[in-house]
């Protein structure tokens, strides 16, 4: 018969604690977790079950109970408390479920061991407590007799209270077995108890754990805000007492993880996405499918966790995950790389204060040869500096394991990547690729030498570095910064291991060269910052005149972010000055800086940048669905929703961007048969296109909707309170965009084709931008014909000067080319053909003189930086024709069906008009 059958005599053994003594309990199962995350010990704390702590271990196959008591006065055998606790003890020693497990029975108490008293055998529980790690035979025989002695009592009261009702016998056979266990079972019981008299008097005992845990805090191997230590202690305490309160076990737990996952969320913005990607992260078991934006999600968590909690248990969690991409089939080239790179990187873990690693990489020779076979396949130039990293790591350990990899391969790998620097840098495409080949071959001769004398390395590689310096003043995106944050890691490295000084102070010297050049990124990041907020303060105070304020400081930030080092942040700025034209009523050069995300994201060669894709597309239908252009508009959701589910780690999930799109969306498809009966096929066609994503997941917000427009009896009227021209103006042979601003109405008409819609709408966005600065300027246009229609139509050159038709104000004619080219000195000459035009036409209009219009275009060009501002990183239609393909416009057939009738029913709003002055 097991022992577990004496499970039968165990009691509640726990009295009601008090508040203080339950408040030390919690502190010291806090302060034990601490210590575990701390030394990485991979116990599992069970919060108040068991015992007061109960920890196990499940790899080593350890368990230990603590019982944790503050008192005012000292313990003897005689003590109630002493007894209880060693029975319990006994009762989990006896419990089936911990028989296979090293057990540790702990007795921990703030006080100290009474005096000896007759009756009380202080003394030897103070021989037993000093000599408990190495107890003799006579003095083990010694205590076994007085814990048996004590557990005599419970057993024969459990027994007497019990027997009675005892049909089965089961107490009966429980008695005879607990009479019968072996001296052994005793000895090994005894051994397997631990005593911890702090002498501590009762009153400093809480305040001196609290000290030790705030210093514990600060130890933490997560970023920590050190200020705030006794934030830290009370959100994990309160955590501790939640958990104690959960009825099931497993809600019980207490994990290193949970711990870092609490801390990081009290951290900075960066911790708390780290601790929610964890957390989403971890519990995933398979990968199945590929998508852009979940893999990069990954790789930028893998990062942090290599880079900030450097040695956590996170790395195996991450290693497994990048092993399920490496292994996945769909897993593209360049991303497989990049998961090889990580988790390489993350099994070496380098040690910066020592020459040791923590995971050696000798037994991934596959991987390894994959990664160097597939040199050629990256996403950007910058990329050659993690293959420079990668095989600088695998030289090293090549000397550590001889047999690791063949020589003449390794030498091979280091001379492709020399010979392709040298190819690159014989004729760079413009100074930034010149200034980056120059920083990557200082890199190969810095890292890639080993048999040089780090001295010589270094002097050959600041020799290279040197030459990047009179290039700065031409750059446009590159930036020295990580070059110099590079020299500074080196600097630490080389110090923690010893380098000679000549090395270190050659680097130094190098670095006070460039510290001013180096500091150009914090310093441009945080005057973009200055004018975000600026920005904001302005479009909190109201009215167009401080939204055009606002978009002036947004366009500043701009300009100021375009680096390498702050892509993420252009972008986003980007997204913002398209949502402020959008909000003015300049819906075209909303849809123009939208298209420049979507254009930037893809083309900076940036992964992360991707993430921004989906964000910039909803802005491109925003501005579509705002201005009436429904047709347009439906096929931008599909772009939308396509750039979400591959490009954004969140896919379909529900968030208020994609929410708030979906309502658009939805009201344009439930109210298009009422609207424009001859649609009907289409939007069927349309909605078999969403799938179960239309007429399932989403369908919580369609079926309201559906309700409330079939109960509307004027659905135009409705319709006309949120977008600002008739819905599906799009539709028809011919086209007319409507905008009125700057008390005109403007109305461009052109062939409903591709060519001429991207043609059209650039003018248009150019126009929107030029009034916008108009209004920004405070100078009154006087425009006399209250509507101005201008015919574009596409021409073979820039020959042809905006054309009055017949003798009226209000009619004009253009003739603008096709430009679907990313060539900057040809986007130039087209785009001041544009703005020449533009301002001929505004020149005509306006009842200013001829003095008073140079110098507002002298305001608009020299002060307000129209110029800037008029074009982004690429011409509207370059952007436009690479987000949407000729098979995509022709599958809408919309040049098919009719051009809506009422066509100028709806009154345009001028959001300029009494807002024009300083």
Request: net charge negative; with cysteine; hydrophobic share 40%.
């Amino acid at each position: 018969m097991g022992t577990n059958k004496l499970y039968l005599f165990s009691k509640d053994t726990g009295a009601t604690a008090t508040e203080q003594g339950y408040h030390y309990q919690k502190l010291k199962t806090l302060k034990t977790w601490l210590e575990n995350r701390i030394a990485d010990k991979d116990d599992v704390i069970f919060c108040d079950y068991e015992d007061d702590i109960f920890q196990r271990n499940f790899k080593e196959g350890t368990v230990k109970f603590r019982q944790i008591k503050l008192y005012s006065s000292n313990f003897s055998f005689s003590t109630e408390e002493i007894a209880k606790s060693i029975f319990n003890f006994f009762m989990l020693f006896t419990k089936g479920e911990y028989l296979f497990d090293e057990a540790t029975f702990v007795f921990e108490t703030n006080s100290s061991i009474a005096r000896e008293i007759r009756g009380n055998n202080a003394n030897l529980l103070r021989e037993w407590n000093a000599h408990q790690e190495n107890m003799s035979a006579e003095l083990l025989g010694r205590c076994v007799v007085q814990v048996k002695t004590i557990i005599d009592e419970f057993i024969k009261e459990g027994y007497a209270r019990n027997i009675a009702g005892d049909a089965t016998g089961d107490f009966q056979q429980a008695k005879k077995l607990y009479d019968n266990l072996p001296d052994a079972f005793w000895q090994k019981f005894v051994v397997s108890i631990r005593w911890r008299f702090e002498a501590i008097a009762q009153e400093k005992a809480i305040p001196g754990l609290l000290e030790e845990i705030e210093s514990l805090i600060m130890h933490l191997p997560v970023s920590i805000k050190t200020k705030q230590a006794t934030t830290y202690l009370a959100v994990l305490h309160y955590e501790i007492a939640k958990r104690t309160a959960e009825p099931d076990e497993k809600e019980r737990m207490l994990t290193n993880d949970l711990l870092d996952v609490i801390a990081l969320n009290e951290g900075s913005e960066k911790d708390k996405w780290y601790a929610a990607v964890f957390a989403k992260w971890s519990g995933v078991t398979a990968i199945n499918t590929f998508t852009i934006g979940a893999f990069y999600e990954l790789i930028d968590a893998t990062r942090y966790c290599r880079w900030n909690i450097h040695g956590s248990a996170h790395a195996g969690v991450w290693l497994r995950l990048l092993r399920l991409y490496i292994v996945l089939p769909e897993t593209i080239i360049v991303c497989k790389r990049k998961a090889i790179y990580e988790y390489l990187f993350l099994k070496v873990s380098i040690c910066k204060s020592s020459s040791e690693t923590t995971g050696p990489i000798v037994n991934e020779v596959d991987l390894i040869n994959f990664y160097f076979n597939n040199f050629e396949e990256r996403n950007t130039l910058a990329d050659i500096e993690e293959d420079i990293s990668l095989l600088q790591i695998i030289m090293s350990q090549s000397m550590l394991k001889q047999d690791f990899l063949n020589t003449a391969i390794i030498k091979g790998w280091r001379e492709k990547i020399s010979s392709y620097i040298d190819e690159k840098l014989a004729s760079p495409r413009d100074i930034d690729e010149h200034c980056l080949l120059l920083e990557l071959k200082g890199s190969t001769l810095l890292q890639l030498n080993r048999s040089l004398p780090k001295f010589e390395k270094v002097t050959a590689a600041l020799e290279v570095y040197r030459q990047i310096i009179p290039l700065l003043e031409q750059a446009n995106l590159y930036t020295i910064t990580k070059l110099s944050d590079l020299l500074n890691q080196i600097i630490e490295l080389y110090i923690n291991f010893g380098v000679n000084d000549d090395a270190i102070d050659a680097i130094e010297t190098f670095l006070s060269e460039i510290a001013d050049q180096a500091a150009q990124t914090g310093r441009q990041h945080i005057e973009a910052h200055n004018f975000v907020e600026r920005g904001v303060a302005y479009l909190n105070k109201g009215g167009s005149k401080n939204f055009l304020r606002a978009l002036d400081c947004f366009h500043k930030s701009a300009k100021l972010w375009l680096l390498n080092d702050t892509k993420d942040g252009y972008i986003l700025a980007l997204i913002n000055i398209a949502q402020l034209y959008a909000a003015l009523g300049a819906n075209f050069a909303g849809k123009y800086y939208g298209l420049c995300g979507i254009w930037s994201a893809f083309n900076f060669g940036d992964p992360k940048s991707l993430k921004r894709v989906s964000d910039s597309y909803a802005m491109v239908f925003h501005s579509d669905y705002k201005q009436g252009a429904w047709m347009s508009a439906l096929n931008d959701f599909l772009n939308f929703l396509n750039a979400r589910q591959h490009f954004d780690p969140q896919g379909l999930n529900g968030e208020k961007l994609l929410v708030k799109s979906f309502l658009d969306l939805a009201l344009m498809v439930e109210s298009a048969e009422r609207l424009n009966p001859e649609l009907v096929h289409f939007i069927n066609f349309y909605k078999q296109n969403l799938g179960s994503y239309y007429s399932q997941d989403m369908q919580y917000v369609v079926a309201p909707l559906q309700n409330a427009l079939q109960e509307m009896a004027d659905l135009k009227e409705f319709i006309s309170t949120r977008i600002e021209d008739q819905p599906f103006n799009d539709l028809g042979t011919e086209r007319i965009i409507r905008f009125k601003m700057v008390g005109a109405e403007w109305r461009v008409k052109f062939e409903n084709s591709m060519n001429l819609t991207g043609i059209a709408e650039e003018f248009c966005a150019l126009l929107q931008v030029t009034l916008c600065e108009i209004g920004l300027s405070g100078t009154a246009l006087n425009i006399q014909p209250e509507i101005i229609t201008i015919t574009i139509e596409e021409s073979r050159g820039l020959n042809n000067i905006i054309e009055q038709i017949g003798h009226s104000l209000s009619a004009w004619k253009l003739k603008l080319p096709l430009l679907n080219v990313h060539d900057p000195s040809k986007v130039k000459v087209h785009y001041a053909y544009m703005a020449v035009n533009i301002k001929m036409l505004l020149t005509n209009l306006s009842s200013l003189n001829h003095t008073e219009t140079e110098s507002l275009f002298d305001t608009l060009y020299r002060k307000q930086r129209l110029g800037d501002k008029g074009l982004g990183p690429t011409s509207y239609q370059r952007a436009f024709f690479s987000s949407c393909s000729q098979e995509d416009f022709d599958a809408s057939q919309r040049n098919n069906f009719q051009t809506p009738s009422g066509r100028f029913d709806i009154v345009l709003h001028d959001n300029f008009v009494g807002n024009t002055s300083r």
